[in-house]
């Protein structure tokens, strides 16, 4: 399927990069690195296959993901020893940081909406949460090896984008061809991300008058 390979291989080379500058920062080594940029980048995917029942991961039979997450991380490690960041170079690293992530939740959000719907074209809930674990799986393995809170658990609307973008692609479904679903939730949560990191969003976060435990 053209649609889901294109989003896919989107998906694999963004959250490759942005699991590449976690471990560079995380000041890991190569293989450290390498490692934390495949699971970012097909760890979701996998989690995905396994619970819908695909065996082996479309991963282990295609390789191109693991193939263009090494590359990626090689890549972004040669640059980062080869070109000197000034104050103005480091901020230009986060946002393009920012961007790479918001790509790779929109495409992951995509390819596990299709995978859900294309199996299961008679449930809604179902492409729904694959959309989230196929987008958000690979982070929270990330963060999880760098020991980091994973993102999606302290850090603005970044899940919530995932899922809106996942009942989108299904509403679409049955309505329009393949692609229009696709291209429409893909752009919705890119969108999103974009107003979320802009703006300053922020989900709700309980604050009480005084602390009377402490856990």
Same mark, same amino acid.
């Given at each position: ?15 490759? =990069? ?15 690195? +390498? ?10 995917? /996998? ?24 590359? +990626?991380?090689?890549?972004?490690? =040669? ?16 946002? /393009? ?20 719907? +294309? ?49 989108? /692609?299904?509403?679409?479904?049955? /309505? ?36 009377? =435990?402490?856990?």
């Amino acid at each position: 399927m053209i649609t889901f390979d294109i989003f896919d291989i989107m998906g694999i080379i963004a959250f490759a =990069f942005s699991g590449t500058v976690v471990g560079i920062t995380k000041r890991m080594d190569i293989f450290g690195i +390498t490692v934390l940029a495949v699971i970012t980048a097909v760890g979701g995917g /996998i989690i995905r296959d396994v619970l819908v029942g695909i065996i082996p991961p479309y991963t282990l039979i295609h390789p191109y993901g693991v193939i263009l997450s090494i590359l +990626t991380a090689f890549i972004v490690c =040669f640059l980062f020893e080869t070109i000197k960041f000034t104050k103005t170079g480091k901020k230009i690293i986060k946002i /393009i940081y920012d961007i790479s992530d918001s790509l790779g939740l929109a495409s992951f959000t995509v390819t596990g909406a299709i995978t859900g719907l +294309t199996l299961y074209p008679n449930y809604w809930i179902l492409p729904t949460l694959l959309a989230l674990i196929t987008a958000v799986g690979g982070g929270i393995l990330r963060d999880i090896l760098a020991h980091r809170v994973p993102v999606i658990l302290k850090t603005d609307v970044y899940a919530l984008a995932s899922i809106l973008g996942g009942i989108l /692609i299904t509403l679409l479904w049955n /309505i329009t061809t393949i692609d229009v679903a696709s291209w429409c939730g893909f752009i919705f949560v890119v969108l999103l991300r974009i107003c979320v990191i802009h703006f300053n969003w922020q989900l709700h976060r309980p604050k009480p008058s005084h602390i009377i =435990f402490k856990l």
